[in-house]
């Protein structure tokens, strides 16, 4: 089992910044391959982006490209999102996932274990 705790959530305004983090802890392999994603109220949960422990190769959604940043801390075996530019269409709650998968990063169904998430609200 590996157990995943989100942080860094919380209320921004337009233009700012925060950064995330995922503390993972448990049976954590360096093949694992780790993603955030993001679900706004009523609507499904998305994919934001991903690292791959082995190598540190990133994959990112669109909408994010060039202001969100995926990074990773072996030593502490924690991942981070930067968010910068942030936007009041950011506002969901983010969720970190682990998962063995390589390829197909975007999809959910790739990833075994999920955080409990944390709220980020971007006000106009």
């Known amino acids: 089992q590996v157990q995943l705790v989100e942080s860094g959530g919380g209320l921004v305004q337009a233009g700012g910044s925060l950064r995330l983090s995922c503390a993972a802890s448990?049976?954590?392999?360096?093949?694992?391959?780790m993603g955030w994603f993001r679900q706004a109220p009523g609507k499904e949960r998305e994919f934001v982006a991903a690292i791959r422990w082995s190598d540190g190769s990133t994959d990112y959604a669109d909408s994010v490209k060039g202001r969100f940043t995926v990074s990773r801390d072996s030593a502490k075996i924690t991942v981070y999102l930067q968010m910068n530019s942030l936007k009041p269409e950011d506002t969901a709650v983010y969720y970190c996932a682990a998962g063995s998968s390589q390829s197909r990063l975007w999809r959910s169904g790739n990833y075994d274990y999920w955080g409990q998430g944390t709220q980020v609200t971007v006000s106009s």
């Open positions: 448990g049976r954590t392999s360096s093949r694992y391959t």
